[in-house]
């Protein structure tokens, strides 16, 4: 058993690098892979504690995408870890980024009467580099402006809220090019999110696939059987490999867990065989 997706403190899990791995041991996984949002900081540390522990850790990260629908693209990003590469650099282009939209998200939130600073914000993340949404969100709920961290997405920081602030992004294509570029295999993250069914579904992976798309993740940590069993399908009709993850971010999304999801994921071994062998060669 194995588990391809997982957040840690470095972006907007609530948990350690090494405490990711340490939870993954204690369920039985073989291997796992940390895939913080936009970052590979976390992975030397996570590595460390893999080879204390005997699993295996599959360097990753999680890569934000210009939308095709109405929805979010993210792409999941194996096998590379080094900081130098073309998706290493890509990498460092986006957090600068991040941190000019989440300055001037503390500007716009201040402007709508919550006076929330981006050190509050910061002490959430537990690093100026880590701060996402979600720590803005918690740092809402701490000021007493907004009654959970639900609310505060729902009404500022969601897609066409109050606050929202766009950051930049990258094409699927784009982070394709640079995962091959690195090394890596890219495969698309939680395919539902992006806002198509059907045949739009079925033209958009299409598409992703032609780019460059190595995966599209099937098994993922809340969908149904019959989702994975369609998804592992839509997977195969174009030659992408059908990768699982529980998407485990702790106190942000309590009812995901590392290696299970929601109680019933199990992604096999073969999965990252299957990963390895569709990884570029020269």
């Known amino acids: 058993m194995i588990d391809l997706h997982t957040h840690s403190t470095v972006s907007d899990g609530s948990e350690e690098p090494e405490r990711i791995v340490e939870l993954a041991h204690e369920v039985g996984c073989s291997a796992v892979a940390l895939t913080d949002h ?64 989440n300055l001037a998200l503390v500007e716009r939130l201040n402007e709508l009467g919550v006076p929330v600073t981006f050190a509050q914000v910061a002490a959430h993340a537990g690093s100026d580099a880590g701060v996402g949404r979600p720590h803005f969100a918690q740092a809402m709920v701490e000021l007493g402006a907004v009654g959970s961290v639900e609310e505060a997405f729902a009404r500022y920081l969601s897609n066409g809220g109050l606050a929202y602030v766009p950051k930049g992004r990258l094409t699927v294509a784009d982070v394709c090019r640079s995962a091959r570029d690195s090394g890596g295999v890219a495969v698309l993250a ?64 309590p009812d995901l867990f590392v290696g299970t999801g929601t109680g019933d994921l199990k992604v096999p071994d073969r999965v990252l065989d299957q990963l390895e062998a569709v990884r570029p060669t020269g």
């Open 38 to 101: 936009d970052s590979l900081a976390g992975l030397a540390r996570a590595r460390a504690r893999a080879d204390e522990l005997g699993i295996r850790l599959v360097p990753g990260c999680e890569v934000s995408c210009v939308p095709v629908a109405t929805g979010g693209v993210h792409v999941l990003v194996y096998f590379v870890d080094d900081s130098a590469s073309p998706l290493g650099l890509e990498l460092d282009r986006l957090r600068d980024d991040r941190r000019v939209r």
């Open 190 to 253: 939680h395919p539902t999110t992006i806002g198509l069914e059907g045949d739009a579904l079925a033209g958009a992976v299409r598409g992703m696939a032609e780019a460059g798309l190595g995966g599209l993740e099937a098994v993922y940590g809340r969908y149904s059987p019959q989702t994975r069993t369609d998804l592992g399908n839509l997977a195969r009709r174009f030659g992408l490999v059908p990768t699982g993850g529980s998407d485990f971010h702790g106190a942000t999304k």
